[in-house]
Each structure stands twice: as structure tokens, then as C-alpha cells.
């Protein structure tokens, strides 16, 4: 877990009791560990390079751009652009229980890099290229993300030679897993909108529609008039997934508000979410949540 491999980074003296700040830098980035140890209101925070925040422990509530402030919790993270005005409630900091998070300050020349080999050796099939968008990406760390912070945590902390090398390494595979993901939340915004001229996009339109019916490659292959072999590989090169793993993700996504139904069995759950097994969907559900769907709803209850 993140929380426990920031352990390995010590914060310097305590200077304040909201946004303590530790920075650790590098080549190619610079990596802030905030500690907020007392509750707090408004605080503004801004970066002058793209920045990806990660929540270590406990909560924040973000406002961006005007939109209603929203729970910021382990486990998710946000990729913001240069010089984007965050304002950060702390309403649970408190000493002995402090806030964590830290934030990935990014070479933009890096970024720009990572982007410009992705057009060239991996280029997309809807024929757009791919490309930092000017918006804020909040998101569900999935567990190649998690790796890697974590490894870039630890490599922070150790006192290595080569430590710049094996950093831009994790970063660059970092750079483009954030892209996949960003293409992914642009096929989920407007899919009906887009289907008729993407048809990556009218499979992702399909399947958010009949999750709870058997969706296969051959089917969904054959509703975008492309081959089985066809279809997988543009799905996957646009989506970072598989089809069947991005169909698996969206089904669990779906169970988490329906466990929080406490009337509905697991076993109803799973088959409402399109799974055949409530083995199958325990295993799908404990592999995406670190919890299995019964532990989940107790908690939720």
C-alpha cells in the first residue's frame, strides 16, 4: 500500500500544521510530501509544472475550476496542468492523525517527449493523436499506477547513483498509463455522441448499456464490423485494457453502488452486474478493491 511505502520518506521539521512540505527533486521531477496536521478551509495551492497528486492518508475536499468540491481519498489521484488553482479543505486533519499527500511536479519537456514517441511508435486507430488535454484527470489508482508510485516513492528515499535513471524510467511508464487513462475517461464522456465515427467508441457505448448481458469479443467485434483480431488490438491500443477487462472494471463499478444497497445478496449483486459466478465476480471485486463484496458492504452499511 502507498501509505506504508511513504514511510521511507521523513518529513523535514514541522514548519506549519496545514500543507507542511517536504520536497525531494530530481532530474526530470520534483516530489512534495504535504502533511496537514490541523483542520483547515480554502487553503490555495498551485504548481508551475503539470503535477500529479495522490492521496496517502486521510481526506481532503478539492475544489477545481468552479466544480462542487469532491472527496479526495487514498487510493486516487489527480493529474493537473501547470499553474491550475487548487483549493483544499482539510475537515478530519488533526494532530497525531495528519493529512498525507504528496505531489509529482513533471518536466513538461518530458511530457512532451513521452508524448511525441507514443505518436510515433503507437499510433491511435481513431486517428487522433495523443496528447496532454488542458483538464483536470481525477482518478481510481488501478494497480499498475500503484506500482509505480510506489516505486517512485522508494526511489526518493534511496541513496543510489543511478536513482535519476531509475526514476525517469518509472516516470516515462507512468506519463504513458496516465494517457491510457485519459483516453479512456474521453471515451466515457460522450459515447453515444461519438459512436457513429469511432467505433472503438460505439463498443464502449454498447457495453455501458447491456453490462448486465453477456457480452463477448466475437459480438461486439461484428456490431463495429471489424475482425475479432482487429477489434482487440485498436480496443487496447486506445484503452490500455482489454475489452474483457475494461468490461470487468465498468461491471464492478456498478456493483459498488448497488453493495451499498444492503437489501441486495452478493450473489444478486453479481448476477445484476453481468456475472455468471459470485465466485468470479468475488475475485474481479477483491482484485479491483483490496476487499471482498461482503467486507465491502459492511463497511458501507
Known amino acids: 500500500m502507498l501509505q506504508l511505502v511513504s514511510e ?62 469532491f ?29 498525507k499527500c504528496f505531489a509529482l511536479e513533471i518536466d513538461p519537456h518530458l511530457i512532451s517527449k513521452v508524448i511525441e514517441g507514443m505518436n510515433e511508435r503507437r499510433p491511435r486507430s481513431d486517428g487522433f493523436n495523443w496528447g496532454q488535454a488542458d483538464q483536470n484527470l481525477h482518478f481510481t489508482n488501478d494497480p499498475g499506477i500503484t506500482q509505480l508510485i510506489q516505486r517512485m516513492v522508494y526511489l526518493c528515499a534511496e541513496d543510489h547513483p543511478a536513482k535519476d535513471i531509475f526514476f525517469d524510467m518509472s516516470l516515462k511508464e507512468l506519463l504513458i498509463r496516465l ?81 451499498k444497497r444492503s437489501e441486495l445478496s452478493i450473489r444478486q449483486v453479481a448476477m445484476r452486474c453481468g456475472f455468471n459466478s459470485a465466485s468470479y465476480f468475488t475475485r474481479m471485486f477483491k482484485k479491483h478493491y483490496g476487499v471482498s463484496p461482503a467486507g465491502f458492504q459492511e463497511k458501507a452499511s
Do not use: C, W
Request: hydrophobic share 40%.
Open 179 to 259: 494517457l491510457e487513462i485519459e483516453s479512456r475517461q474521453n471515451h466515457l464522456l460522450d459515447p453515444q455522441g461519438l459512436a457513429t465515427s469511432q467505433p472503438i467508441t460505439a463498443a464502449v457505448s454498447y457495453i455501458l448499456g447491456h453490462l448486465d448481458e453477456r457480452l463477448t469479443i466475437g459480438s461486439l467485434s461484428k456490431m463495429v464490423y471489424m475482425s475479432k483480431s482487429s477489434f482487440f488490438r485498436a480496443f487496447r491500443n486506445e484503452m490500455g485494457i482489454s475489452p474483457v477487462d475494461f468490461i470487468n472494471s465498468e461491471r464492478i463499478k456498478m456493483a459498488v453502488s448497488l453493495l
Open 71 to 99: 472527496n479526495f481519498l487514498p487510493g486516487e489521484s489527480i493529474m493537473l496542468p501547470k499553474n491550475e488553482l487548487m483549493v483544499i479543505d482539510f475537515p478530519d486533519a488533526q494532530e497525531g492523525r495528519p493529512t
Open 8 to 69: 521511507n520518506l521523513r518529513t523535514r521539521n514541522l514548519h506549519t500544521l496545514v500543507e507542511n512540505r517536504t520536497t525531494f527533486t530530481l532530474d526530470s521531477a520534483a516530489l512534495n510530501l504535504f502533511e496537514t496536521h490541523q483542520q483547515a478551509e480554502a487553503v490555495h495551492l498551485r504548481f508551475d509544472a503539470p503535477v500529479l497528486a495522490s492521496m496517502i492518508k486521510g481526506r481532503k475536499v478539492m475544489h477545481l475550476r468552479q466544480r462542487p468540491g
